[in-house]
């Protein structure tokens, strides 16, 4: 099964988190944000950003509007918007493990399509924002996971399985990170020399590994040993 680049990222319990806790925020009241839940329930996303635009404008602190803008642009796929939400709850909270989750997010996709040299500036940035998240918790959200699609896109083969495996140890119920985990050995497998592949594999622990020790010699065509 291939996940997408639309699966690895993660928004119903966020959404659902964060319309449980804007119930109480300063705007609650407010009819544009009672018409951008309406819009949002609804599907109609853009509607619902513009509505919370002219929110953000009554509130511009409002720190659950920020997050609320920043996650429908991430939903859109609009990575350099979304950012600039971010960017702006962090600099009001810069202790917002949301905002900085999110971070690492965006700045990894904007570098996927930049030359080399602002790539690995979006990079960097991306695996800093992912790093300050599990330094402080390390079970939050799927933030392993998500780290070791950035080391992918950077062909850090090794690295984004290891990074994987220590999601599935802190979050092991997260369907989508099992799923990716699987696509990063297929990715190892793929790309790196198979003898440093199989070594660092019987290396391992975990019964992943075994299976894709396995799955080496089967592409091998060393069915006995597979």
Known sequence: MKITSKKIISFVSGFLLLFSTMLFSQPSNDQDYKDALSYFRSGYYENAYKSLVKVNQKYPDDKH?????????????????????????????????LAQYYLG????????????????RDWNKSRAWFEAVFLKDPKYKDVFYQYSVLQRYRGEYFFAVDRAERQLVYRPNIPHTT??????????????????????LQARKERRALFYIGERYRREGEFEKA
């Open 65 to 97: 509007v920020l997050s609320f803008l920043g996650q429908i642009k991430v939903q859109q796929r609009q990575w350099g918007n979304a950012k600039e939400w971010f960017e702006k709850l962090h600099n009001l909270d810069n202790e917002n493990l």
């Open 105 to 120: 997010i965006c700045f990894r996709e904007t570098g996927r399509f930049k030359a080399l040299l602002l790539q690995k």
């Open 179 to 200: 799923v990716g985990a699987h696509q990063n050995y297929d990715f190892l497998l793929y790309h790196e020399n198979k003898d440093k592949v199989r070594k660092w």
